[in-house]
């Protein structure tokens, strides 16, 4: 148990839906992120929030909408998904961003976009 | 931009033997972190082990060290006495001051009986 809890842990979607993935950290960090697992190729890192604000969004798509309420909580919107999209999507926290320090990750949600 | 690169998409080793992953990486500064992660099927991703670029000693963690030669930005991992728990999916990572954790693709690890 490593203080970041992500659910649900299987997503299958049709490509109309919308859906939702969410994140939650106990750890008391402020910086969230979400980053993209395909087979073969490196981690995207997809978003960056520091205290709740967006700090880094690296040319995602917009059928990806990121939302952070508070510190604790991050959260993941799709909607109108492409097959490409299917992946795990990793929520990780940390103390800060611009840091030396490590990350800690959930556990992730795999998704299957149909 | 930093980009990571695993060259090993898979390796095999012989439980109580000793493997190498490979990592290397592009960068123009002089300051950042190297980590190594592993993640099992559980999926969640687990530090093994950091390394502070000014550092010139490499990192160990019990069984695992790192070969950190900066001149040649390479960064392997070096699992000693090799465990049935340590077949995983391994990431190399490197974290600056003004760049967040950007990973390799990773490198499969299966540990023979």
């Known amino acids: 148990e490593t203080g970041v809890t992500q659910t649900p842990r299987h997503l299958v979607m049709g490509m109309t839906n919308k859906k939702s993935l969410k994140c939650e950290q106990h750890?008391?960090?402020?910086?969230m992120y979400w980053y993209k697992q395909s087979a073969k190729k490196p981690l995207e890192l997809m978003f960056v929030?520091?205290?709740?604000?967006?700090?880094e969004n690296n040319s995602v798509p917009s059928r990806f909408s990121p939302e952070c309420p508070n510190s604790s909580h991050l959260f993941l919107h799709l909607h109108t998904l492409q097959p490409e999209d299917s992946a795990l999507y990793l929520c990780?926290?940390?103390?800060?961003?611009?840091?030396?320090?490590?990350?800690?990750f959930g556990s992730g949600t795999q998704l299957s976009v149909l | 931009a930093q980009t990571v690169t695993q060259s090993q998409p898979e390796m095999s080793v012989q439980e109580a033997e000793t493997v190498t992953l490979s990592c290397t990486y592009d960068?123009?500064?002089?300051?950042?972190?190297l980590f190594w992660y592993k993640q099992p099927p559980s999926r969640q991703m687990i530090l093994v082990i950091r390394?502070?670029?000014?550092?010139?000693q490499n990192a160990t963690e019990n069984r695992f060290s790192v070969n950190f030669q900066k001149a040649a930005k390479s960064f392997s991992l070096k699992i000693s006495d090799s465990q049935l728990g340590d077949a995983a999916m391994y990431f190399c990572?490197?974290?600056?001051?003004?760049?967040?954790?950007?990973f390799g693709a990773g490198t499969r690890l299966t540990v023979k009986p």
């Open positions: 990780a926290s940390s103390p800060r961003t611009s840091t030396n320090e490590k990350l800690f």
């Open positions: 750890l008391g960090h402020n910086a």
């Open positions: 929030y520091s205290l709740e604000e967006r700090v």
């Open positions: 960068t123009s500064e002089s300051d950042y972190y």
């Open positions: 390394q502070e670029a000014y550092k010139q």
């Open positions: 990572a490197y974290r600056s001051w003004l760049n967040d954790m950007r």
